[in-house]
T-cell receptor, first 115, second 113 residues
Framework: AQSVTQLDSQVPVFEEAPVELRCNYS??????LFWYVQYPNQGLQLLLK??????LVKGINGFEAEFNKSQTSFHLRKPSVHISDTAEYFC?????????????FGTGTKLQVIP | NAGVTQTPKFQVLKTGQSMTLQCAQD?????MYWYRQDPGMGLRLIYY???????DKGEVPNGYNVSRLNKREFSLRLESAAPSQTSVYFC????????????FGPGTRLTVT
């Protein structure tokens, strides 16, 4: 079984400041890793993904994440946040195996950007 | 393209009432999913349909039934609503059950009193 831990339920940050949202996972096999964003009153949309290759992945809206296998982490970063980044962010994992593999979501981190 | 659409957006039910949540996608995706989202618990899979004509249970199927009406539509039914089913329900779809990217609808906010 796999699991995802997002330790911070809320992260307040001032506009134009950098931010890091933390994600740790646990799995006995290799996984794909994802970050989804949920804007208020909307569904989730994929922000970025790690499938293989370079451990630094870039997503939409200036976000990036780094896969660290030894730390089993996949932290999300942005060097300078905007008001429009206020949203809830979900880390997710999925096993790399044949057949259907369910996606396990973390509990989410609410990013509040303060003007 | 509308993507994934869900109806209704909001619903209030009394305990014991039944209702069906509707979901449709216009992306010609084979696989569809129903999740519930509760505060502090992330998203949990209720049921999924890997392809037209098949459905399977997810993590929290008790109290729910689903129907994959055709390739486009996947409905979720609550036969006898309970307060524990108060939640936000999301439908999602993917190209197939091996695809890693899921596309989500805007959600249905359900309150059971």
């Amino acid at each position: 079984a796999q699991s995802v831990t997002q330790l911070d339920s809320q992260v307040p940050v001032f506009e134009e400041a950098p931010v890091e949202l933390r994600c740790n996972y646990s799995s006995s096999v290799s996984v794909y890793l994802f970050w989804y964003v949920q804007y208020p009153n909307q569904g989730l949309q994929l922000l970025l993904k790690y499938l293989s290759g370079s451990t630094l992945v870039k997503g939409i809206n200036g976000f990036e994440a780094e896969f660290n296998k030894s730390q089993t982490s996949f932290h999300l970063r942005k060097p300078s946040v905007h008001i429009s980044d206020t949203a809830e962010y979900f880390c997710a994992v999925r096993r790399i195996s044949g057949g259907y593999q369910k996606v396990t979501f973390g509990t989410g981190t609410k990013l509040q950007v303060i003007p | 393209n509308a993507g994934v659409t869900q109806t209704p957006k909001f619903q209030v039910l009394k305990t014991g009432q039944s209702m069906t949540l509707q979901c449709a996608q216009d992306m010609n995706h084979n696989s569809m999913y129903w999740y519930r989202q509760d505060p502090g618990m992330g998203l949990r899979l209720i049921y999924y349909s890997a392809s037209e004509g098949t459905t399977d249970k997810g993590e929290v199927p008790n109290g729910y039934n689903v129907s994959r009406l055709n390739k486009r539509e996947f409905s979720l039914r609550l036969e006898s609503a309970a307060p524990s089913q108060t939640s936000v329900y999301f439908c999602a779809s993917s190209r197939d059950n091996l695809s890693y990217e899921q596309y989500f609808g805007p959600g249905t906010r359900l309150t059971v009193t």
